[in-house]
């Protein structure tokens, strides 16, 4: 299909802004008589407070906050699941410490300078309690608990050995499936708790008016679900709570939930009664979320033939101090499992255990890199094992064409209408020279070389046929102004990815309007209809769809006011761009002189009173298309100091239509370098003894792959599947997630064809490398002592 | 601990600040000028958020006091384009969609030139050796390449 | 976690600006131990917002002249503010330093931070101290009545503890006039490029046909302060160099340390590691003492 717009690419909107320094960020906004405000955070893991003495604090002139100055409602801060599902256990701020830099105290002051001295000022009287840092030993039945109970569905549910959630998910009968199979694999997989890293901390601005009103700037991906919990919690009503939309300075999942520091700032912008802000430092921040870590335990059985007849996957999550979305990272845990590949009979058990660590969250792919890790790793050995090319084993089994999809989770299911698997395997493998990568263990010397594969999707969006545990719809505003350009009214946020950019040019393609006069409009909670959030990969997809439905109703519109004027039959017309005129010309390819510019026609409405040409519209996408990708690694390993260097990396993306192509292949390449900071670097430690980050939060310990560690330009291959998805607007569907989920599973994979050893946990440091080799070492000489012992010993007898 | 006043030029203006000793550059910059796009991302230097030019060198703005910038000549990613006109190094990080969130493309761009005017025509391993310390955590860094590339390219022609 | 806010520059202190060598001294005889000079600040100031130290005075050196720029007076001097970055531009033929320079881990802290800085710091990290210690550098040292050179082995005794006295200040690093057919290589192991050194290694050998007249090693983190492997110097001076030579004497230095694990890496990588780096410093130095 060709397209006016889409798939070409443009200046983005946001780029003079941006590339200028002028784009703002929450952290950017400054108001008259703003003041600053600091959080005092737990230094213990956990602790009770006895008390808190305000006076010296309050005597600086600052505003003080505690637990007994806040709301004590329990929410929690990710309301995209439904409420049944809603599992409450926090507090604005917290009566208890759960984790080092668990904000207890806040305090707001003229100047940044004097909020901190007022924090200093503040005495706190702890009464530590033993923490656990281990998810084992915070269940032991003698451990103290971290939560007493949560509230679920207006129930107060007790914890019980600081197991915050299990699910449990079965599709038919694996002892029957592992009865079948010829051959059983298992392996446990450990992945790690990495920090998103996104370059702006966490900020809120909250501006508060006299009529009770607030107005908050805050980092968010979903400004409706920001203003809906401020308004629960603080009990104002929604039309006095406004959510502006400023741009977010990465986020990577980590703003899904409504971040901590939020409430706070508004719960001091309403003592102070002025406008306050409050930035997050670095080292806060590197306390404030992380990659839910798990502990993975994958079972498959297949036949002689190459068949999967049965799955089991055991999942344990670390989630720390609290409970953001573990219910559905276990369900998504499940789902991603069971449509990477067909399990006739699939079991997934899993379990999510509070420590007093830093609460966990979805970090780009929300459990999907954690179990695509898993299973492409273990899918590469099972092919290995079996003599089968991965790929070709890959596709005998995977979930593809007409095959049923629940990334999402058992509830989200849909069937799978486009499907670029086959072609990007197929032009990956060409691409890297699949066919001519090493043998395992054929490599000896210094630097050894190997090429892995893996492959992944995402889901775009989590709507499904039935409505599911999650909501998910986005809604748009459109309207055509009285000079023929088109405004676009979008709760959306954009992460940077060019969600907005997409929407503007599925808005444009719709109405036959040259893209530089379609303008995406400064959003806000009072002005925009409701958009869930931007995650799970649905921007284009399901918030583009929305826009793609507002822009036919606006079409609709377009031509029958134009049929009025024009004297033909509405059906009869079309729209299309003039980029001399810049505007959309409607026109009736049968009288080609009966034609009026777009901005002609709104004009005459306005000159006749006839009204303007807009229309709303909320969209629940009943699909959520796999967005397929590949990964193929080309790497290097220096077997002496275990350092790794990526040569080239072939990413496959199968995104359905290319809306923005260069930020498309922006979304890949991005995807590689975390997905490589995955693999080989990131990790956050946790000392057991005190319960703190063994980098203390600062970036001097909190390393991920910068620039010297990408591949070259030219080595960073990209490319794209020639699909087109029938329920996304044009053929599109999503690849932000998809885009990273199984790069880790492709650096393991190349390591193992490079070292003949299978890495299990992440990350795969240069320490981690060089130990295995030396246990491969002595393996090998262990193996030639014995045989070396047979042959002496044979040789004995004989003689 | 007194405020005291010095005088600089700041993207081409004169200035006279009164700050204090203990006032970094990047606040001042940010909350006296309202100078945002110079951002805040790890305050120690291992970042790259933060980088200004101090007579001509890019500098960390958050390790850097404003007291000690006397007599300076700073300039921020807003004074970059002149006259209305985008600076060669901003065409093309807008032509090649090299930035997505936007937080780091401030110093990303004013690492860049900060490079060009030391080596008008690097090689990508000259770009990625001088921008080493700017962290990028959406791009992956192969736009940022190209984009200063594109750039140096674009700079060539002008002269030639 | 700590009470930190690297948003801003919490203590408060005071300010000086002198612009001669005498005024510092005479702020440092003043002023003593709650005085800290500052150079570039990328050290001074992370440590004051990491609370690990906290002056009251704090006495910036960049207006004074006489602490700057590269001479050459038979031995080299380098006043102690000279940039890395200047250094590595301007004294390319000392590989080992050169490459420590670069090795910093970007070009605005290579513009910010000063050579005397770096050493002052007296982290056992620190990428420019090994390859010095490989140049038997020296310091000199300033107070207001007194100066006095220590061999830069001697200038390190902890990690941030330095031999200065509070009234004294390092004026200047220098290094003597390089051997004929001498040599040198930095090679630096770090979790990514742009990083502190998990072990850091350097190496000068000086030739005389196929024999070793001279040599030195110097390890960073792998000890309490940057380190030479002496006794693997011992062993190399007067043999015929090789690579099996060069081999023996990397595990050899290894042997010498006894690093400890951190956040950074345990001690049995940097053990290991540093035998190669070190075999491997070796092999550049001896193919540059052309």
């Known amino acids: 299909m060709s397209y006016q717009i889409l798939g070409n690419d443009y200046f983005r909107k946001d780029g003079i802004g941006k590339v200028t320094g002028r784009e703002v960020y929450a952290s950017d906004v400054t108001l008259p008589r703003m003041w600053h405000a600091r959080v005092l955070r737990s230094p213990h893991a956990h602790a009770r407070i006895k008390s808190i003495d305000a006076r010296a604090a309050q005597e600086l002139g600052a505003v003080v906050l505690t637990y007994a100055d806040v709301?004590?409602?329990?929410?929690?801060?990710?309301?995209?699941?439904?409420?049944?599902?809603?599992?409450?256990?926090?507090?604005?701020?917290?009566?208890?410490?759960?984790?080092?830099?668990?904000?207890?105290?806040?305090?707001?002051?003229?100047?940044?300078?004097l909020a901190e001295k007022a924090l200093r000022a503040l005495q706190v009287e702890w009464e530590i309690l033993p923490h656990y840092t281990d998810p084992l030993a915070a269940q032991r039945a003698d451990a103290e608990p971290i939560h007493d109970s949560y509230i679920l569905n207006g129930q107060e549910i007790p914890v019980e050995n600081n197991v915050a959630v299990t699910r449990v998910v079965q599709v038919g009968d694996i002892e029957e499936g592992f009865a079948q199979a010829d051959h059983i694999f298992e392996r446990e997989f450990v992945t790690s708790r990495i920090y998103h890293a996104q370059m702006e901390t966490k900020s809120c601005v909250c501006d508060p008016a006299p009529d009770g009103s607030i107005t908050v700037y805050p980092t968010t991906q979903s400004i409706h679900n920001v203003r809906q919990l401020l308004g629960e919690i603080f009990s104002i009503p929604l039309h006095k709570v406004n959510v502006k939309r400023v741009a977010i300075g990465g986020t990577f999942g980590s703003s899904i939930q409504m971040n901590s520091i939020i409430p706070i700032c508004v719960a001091l912008a309403l003592k102070a009664k002025r406008p306050v802000k409050l930035v997050s430092t670095r080292e806060e921040d590197m306390y404030d979320h992380v990659r839910y870590q798990t502990k993975l335990k994958l079972k498959i059985g297949v036949t002689r033939e190459g068949k999967i007849t049965a799955g089991h996957m055991q999942a344990l999550a670390d989630i720390g101090g609290h409970?953001?979305?573990?219910?559905?990272?276990?369900?998504?845990?499940?789902?991603?499992?069971?449509s990477l590949y067909n399990y006739p009979n699939l079991k997934f058990e899993g379990k999510a255990v509070y420590t007093n660590k830093t609460p966990s969250c979805a970090l780009q792919g929300f459990g999907n890199p954690q179990a695509t890790f898993a299973a492409e790793s273990l899918m590469d050995e099972i092919a290995t094992e079996l003599d089968w090319d991965p790929i070709e084993f890959k596709l005998k089994n995977y979930v593809g064409l007409g095959g049923t999809f629940w990334g999402q989770g058992p509830s989200v299911q849909s069937i799978v209408r486009s499907d670029g698997v086959p072609q990007l395997l197929h032009d990956g493998a060409q691409k890297i020279g699949w066919r001519a990568r090493p043998k395992p263990g054929t490599q000896t010397g210094r630097y050894r070389h190997g090429i892995g594969m893996a492959r992944g999707f995402h889901t775009s969006g989590a709507g499904a046929p039935k409505p599911g545990e999650v909501i998910d719809y986005s809604g748009a505003f459109i309207k055509i102004n009285e000079d023929g350009s088109v405004d676009i009214v979008h709760a959306m946020m954009d992460h940077g990815g060019g969600t907005l950019e997409a929407i503007a040019k599925i808005v444009a393609e719709e109405l036959g309007v040259p893209i530089e006069r379609v303008g995406i409009s400064p959003a806000d909670t009072l002005t925009t209809v409701y958009d869930v959030v931007t995650h799970a990969t649905r921007g284009v997809y399901a918030g583009g769809g929305a826009a793609h439905k507002a822009a036919v109703k606006v079409k609709q519109q377009i031509f029958d006011y134009a049929s009025r004027i024009l004297g033909l039959q509405a059906d009869s017309l079309m729209i299309e761009p003039d980029y001399e005129l810049m505007q959309g010309v409607i026109y009736c390819p049968n009288f080609p002189e009966r034609r009026i510019t777009l901005g002609a026609l709104a004009k005459q409405l306005q000159v006749n009173s006839w009204g303007t040409l807009a229309a709303v519209e909320s969209l629940r996408q009943v699909n959520c298309p796999p967005a397929y990708v590949t990964y193929f690694i080309d790497l290097t390993v220096d077997t002496e100091t275990g350092q790794v260097t990526t040569n080239r990396a072939a990413i496959g993306s199968d995104c359905g239509t290319v809306v923005n192509p260069a930020m498309a292949i922006g979304q890949l390449e991005g995807g590689l370098s975390k997905g490589m900071g995955y693999a080989l670097v990131e990790d956050n430690q946790w000392d057991a003894q005190t319960g703190q980050l063994t980098s203390k939060g600062f970036w001097i310990d909190g390393k991920t792959p910068a620039i010297s560690e990408a591949p070259f330009v030219e080595n960073i291959i990209t490319h794209f599947a020639n699909t087109y998805e029938p329920s996304g607007p044009f053929g599109a569907k999503g690849i932000g997630e998809a885009a990273t989920n199984p790069c880790a599973a492709a650096y393991a994979n190349a390591l193992y064809n490079a070292l003949d050893i299978r890495f299990t946990e992440l990350p795969i440091t240069a320490e981690k490398i060089l130990s295995a080799l030396a246990a491969q070492d002595e393996r090998a000489s262990r193996a030639s002592d014995y045989l070396e012992n047979k042959v002496v010993a044979v040789m004995q007898a004989a003689e | 601990m007194d405020k005291k006043t010095i005088h600089l030029t700041l993207n081409g203006e004169a200035r006279e600040w009164r700050v204090y000793p203990n006032e970094l550059l990047l606040n001042t910059l940010r909350e006296q000028e309202f100078l945002t796009g110079t951002k805040y991302g790890c305050g120690i230097g291992e970042c790259g958020a933060c980088t200004v030019h101090v007579n001509g060198a890019p500098r960390l703005a958050c390790l850097t006091l404003a007291l000690a910038c006397e007599g300076a000549d700073i300039l921020t990613i807003e004074g970059l384009a002149r006259d209305g006109k985008l600076d060669a190094v901003q065409e093309a990080f807008l032509g090649q969609s090299a930035f997505q969130c936007g937080f780091c493309t401030s110093d990303m761009i004013?690492?860049?030139?900060?490079?060009?005017?030391?080596?008008?025509?690097p090689t990508e391993t000259q770009v990625r050796d001088y921008l080493r310390g700017n962290l990028c955590r959406c791009t992956g860094y192969a736009s940022i390449v190209r984009a200063a590339l594109d750039a140096a390219e674009m700079e060539r022609q002008e002269t030639a | 976690m700590l009470p930190t806010n690297t948003h801003i520059l919490y203590p408060e202190f005071d300010y000086h600006a002198p612009t001669t060598l005498y005024e510092v001294t005479e702020l440092l005889a003043q002023y003593g131990?709650?005085?800290?000079?500052?150079?570039?600040?990328?050290?001074?100031?992370?440590?004051?917002?990491?609370?690990?130290?906290?002056?009251s005075q704090v006495i910036s050196l960049m207006h004074v002249n006489a602490l700057q720029g590269i001479s050459q007076n038979g031995s080299l001097d380098i006043g102690a503010t000279t940039s890395i970055q200047e250094i590595h531009r301007r004294l390319p033929q000392l590989y080992a330093l050169a490459e420590a320079c670069n090795g910093f881990s970007s070009i605005q802290i290579m513009y910010m931070a000063?050579?005397?800085?770096?050493?002052?710091?007296?982290?056992?990290?620190?990428?420019?101290?090994?390859?010095?210690?490989?140049?038997?550098?020296?310091?000199?040292?300033?107070?207001?009545?007194?100066?006095?050179?220590?061999?830069?082995?001697r200038f390190f005794l902890g990690p941030g503890k330095t031999a200065m006295q509070p009234d004294e200040l390092l004026a200047q690093i220098s290094i003597p006039a390089p051997l004929p057919h001498s040599g040198s290589a930095f090679i630096k192991i770090s979790r990514v490029v742009a990083d502190i050194s998990q072990v850091c290694a350097a190496a000068r050998l000086t030739r005389e046909g196929n024999t070793i007249r001279d040599a030195r090693i110097a390890l960073g983190s792998v000890a309490p302060t940057p380190v030479r492997a002496a006794g693997a110097e011992r062993d190399l001076i007067g043999e015929t160099f090789s690579p099996a030579l060069a081999e023996k004497i990397g595990k050899q230095a290894a042997q010498e340390i006894s690093p400890i694990s951190d956040v950074r890496a345990t001690r049995e990588y940097r053990q290991q590691v540093a035998a190669v780096i070190v075999r491997d410093a070796l092999l550049r130095a001896w193919e540059r003492a052309q």
């Not at chain 1, 409970?323 to 069971?338: E, F, H, K, M, P």
């Open chain 3, 33 to 55: 131990d709650s005085a800290r000079v500052m150079a570039g600040g990328t050290d001074l100031l992370v440590q004051m917002k990491m609370e690990r130290r906290q002056p």
């Open chain 2, 110 to 121: 004013m690492m860049t030139r900060a490079l060009l005017n030391e080596n008008p025509q």
């Open chain 3, 114 to 153: 000063t050579l005397g800085g770096n050493l002052c710091n007296a982290s056992p990290a620190s990428d420019s101290a090994p390859p010095l210690l490989t140049y038997d550098a020296r310091v000199t040292l300033k107070s207001k009545t007194a100066e006095r050179v220590l061999p830069l082995e």
């Open chain 1, 323 to 338: 409970n953001i979305q573990a219910y559905a990272l276990l369900s998504v845990l499940a789902g991603w499992t069971a």
């Open chain 1, 71 to 113: 709301p004590h409602l329990k929410y929690n801060e990710r309301i995209v699941s439904i409420p049944p599902h809603l599992y409450r256990d926090r507090t604005v701020l917290a009566d208890k410490a759960r984790h080092v830099g668990e904000a207890v105290a806040a305090v707001a002051a003229p100047t940044e300078q």
